[in-house]
């Protein structure tokens, strides 16, 4: 059974930055692509980050520019570098395969991004 464990979250203002750790219990990360989801209060959960087997990366438009999804895979351990924070981005973050596994989302970690 895998398992996922968020860290990293926070309390941050904007223009601060955060990044958020995903640990795995297996080695799972070069054979399934990973993602960083959140759901803020209110909202459905959204993919914001990727990354592939082969190390490619795609993100949101909103994240675009900003967030930088990175692997290492000795560690079994994905990380989501979050710079230039906005209100916005308030949310609780989870970590998960992409398409997402229902049977393994972890607690997520929240951040929070105000003044």
């Known amino acids: 059974q895998v398992q996922l464990v968020e860290s990293g979250g926070g309390l941050v203002q904007p223009g601060g930055s955060l990044r958020l750790s995903c640990a795995a219990s297996?080695?799972?990360?070069?054979?399934?692509?990973m993602g960083w989801y959140r759901q803020a209060p209110g909202k459905q959960r959204e993919l914001v980050a990727v990354?592939?087997?082969?190390?490619?990366?795609n993100y949101a438009d909103s994240v675009k520019g900003r967030f930088t999804i990175s692997r290492d895979s000795a560690k079994n351990t994905v990380y989501l570098q979050m710079n230039s924070l906005e209100t916005d981005d308030t949310a609780v973050y989870y970590c998960?395969?992409?398409?997402?596994?229902?049977?393994?989302w972890g607690q997520g970690t929240q951040v929070t991004v105000s003044s």
């Open positions: 998960n395969f992409v398409p997402a596994l229902g049977g393994v």
């Open positions: 990354i592939a087997n082969d190390g490619s990366t």
């Open positions: 297996g080695s799972i990360f070069t054979r399934r692509s």
